[in-house]
């Protein structure tokens, strides 16, 4: 024992403050990291259609783009006016048009390490930033130009402000939670499915304390958040026709296909499955788990009987928004396994399950099996001013986008007179032109036509995928010059007969 003469040592020198080093919270390096694996290599991939209908739409002038809104693509509306706004600042690239899904599923990898956090603990919240930024469906709608990474930013925020209000009630809290679930709604109509999991929650934890006020804010809070959106589903509905009527009504072994294609990747999607079960027999993390469970499935099993009406929504992506409560619940499986080094390596082996997948999301054939580059450089090598263009515009072949396809990467020098459209795609106030009723007297004086066509494998004739009457058209004052075909692709000149 120390004696009366002996002092206690001196406290150490608090270290300068030049020298401190604060810890990097876990959600910031999950949403540096997210955005890390979206970037690399973003603008490799070739746009696929949907992404050029984005861009098509996005490149119109804020009038314009809203007039086309009343007639086609309502439900995208709000994606298409935050991305005219990006690519009037920084351009239209593949690798910008991509570049604001890459920083919203950046935003949602924060969001699951909060999540998770509060639900389970910081062991859970660390393998599920690291999943959820690995998971090769993150990649793939992180690098897409279309609304999905928004939607599940928007979900998992108000997901993670559903739970903080539950824990410590507050008007703010409720405001902002009725403000995510109108932009949820406002992004894609599907995503208000989440609002069932979020009301089984509010009832489980009444249960519990028995605050009625609780029940009565969240119904207020909903309610709320879904006023905005009723113009939009009234005026959806009727574009509905034109919107997903390719989506077949689902039968139950589509549930299978659904759940690979939700993960962008079998291997991991069956991975994902197995691990989540675990949380459900670990007494600790029991009640989370449940709650988490509800998140992922309940919208899946929603969409699936409500698609047995007269419109289908049974697709992976509309309900991409569940991925983020997959990818805690799997985490917490992870964290639950035992001893603790079998979680890493369980986390490990998942993300070697998806690196084929990795790879082949950033190929140039990754989204768009046709090479679109290819083709506009045939046409721009041998483009003389005052030449035609024609693409294939009939009911089954104008979602391709051949004609979006080959403008968008064109050089600017390339001006091609669209021959058949007898008013433009933006006069119209429609994603697609009016074509002409009589193709022959919309020629006019053309010398040279550039016509491409689908390569689809059954014959080689240039005009196989035309309708009737342009067809003939063409066939009877032109003849085909030269055809090259590229990846997908004819790409045929037609020189008209003197």
Not at 42 to 53: F, S, V
Not at 189 to 217: E, N
Not at 323 to 343: C, F, M, N, Y
Request: glycine share 8%.
């Amino acid at each position: 024992m120390p004696t009366a003469t002996q002092t206690a040592p001196a406290p150490a020198a608090p270290a300068p403050a030049g020298r401190r080093r604060l810890p990097v919270p876990d959600w910031l390096w999950a949403a540096l990291l997210t955005l890390a694996v979206t970037v690399f290599r973003a603008g490799t991939p070739q746009l696929w259609r949907d992404e050029l209908a984005s861009w098509e739409a996005a490149s119109r002038g804020t009038g314009e783009l809203i007039g086309m809104l009343g007639h086609v693509d309502a439900v995208s509306g709000l994606y298409y006016l935050l991305l005219h706004c990006w690519v009037s600042v920084f351009g239209d690239s593949a690798a910008m048009l991509r570049l604001p899904s890459g920083l919203a599923m950046a935003g949602a990898a924060a969001l699951v390490v909060l999540i998770a956090r509060a639900l389970f603990d910081r062991r859970t919240a660390v393998f599920a930033g690291l999943l959820f930024a690995l998971l090769p469906a993150v990649t793939r709608y992180g690098t897409e130009a279309r609304s999905y990474a928004f939607v599940v930013l928007a979900v998992t925020a108000a997901t993670w402000l559903l739970l903080r209000a539950l824990e410590r009630p507050s008007a703010w809290r409720w405001a902002g939670y009725s403000a995510l679930v109108a932009v949820s709604g406002l992004l894609h109509m599907v995503s208000l499915l989440v609002l069932l999991p979020h009301a089984m929650i509010v009832v489980l934890r009444w249960w519990r304390g028995r605050r009625s006020r609780t029940v009565v804010s969240f119904a207020v809070a909903a309610v709320a958040g879904l006023v905005p959106v009723v113009p939009l589903v009234l005026l959806g509905r009727r574009q509905v026709g034109r919107q997903i009527s390719w989506i077949d009504t689902p039968r139950m072994r589509d549930i299978s296909g659904l759940w690979d294609n939700l993960f962008a990747s079998p291997l991991v999607g069956l991975g994902i499955a197995a691990l989540a079960l675990l949380p459900l027999a670990w007494p600790r993390g029991r009640r989370p788990a449940v709650e988490v469970m509800l998140l992922g499935a309940v919208p899946i099993g929603a969409c699936f009987v409500a698609s047995q009406g007269s419109s289908s929504y049974f697709i992976d992506r509309y309900v991409l928004f569940t991925v983020p409560a997959w990818a805690i619940l799997a985490a917490a499986g992870l964290a639950a396994l035992r001893p603790r080094a079998a979680g890493a390596a369980g986390l490990a082996a998942l993300v070697l399950l998806g690196a084929p997948d990795q790879r082949q999301l950033r190929t140039e054939q990754a989204k768009e099996t046709s090479d679109g580059i290819a083709a506009a450089r045939v046409i721009a090598k041998g483009y003389r001013p005052g030449d035609g263009f024609v693409p294939p515009r009939g009911k089954l072949e104008r979602v391709f986008m051949i004609d979006y396809q080959i403008a968008y990467y064109l050089p600017d020098r390339v001006r091609l007179r669209d021959v058949f459209a007898e008013r433009s795609a933006v006069a119209s106030e429609d994603l697609f032109p009016v074509e002409c009723k009589q193709p022959e007297s919309c020629l006019g004086d053309t010398k040279r036509i550039w016509l491409v066509t689908r390569d689809t494998g059954d014959n080689h004739d240039p005009y196989n995928r035309l309708p009737a009457a342009p067809k003939k058209a063409l066939k009877d004052h032109y003849r085909v010059a030269s055809t090259t075909e590229v990846r997908g692709l004819h790409v045929s000149l037609l020189e008209r007969v003197k």
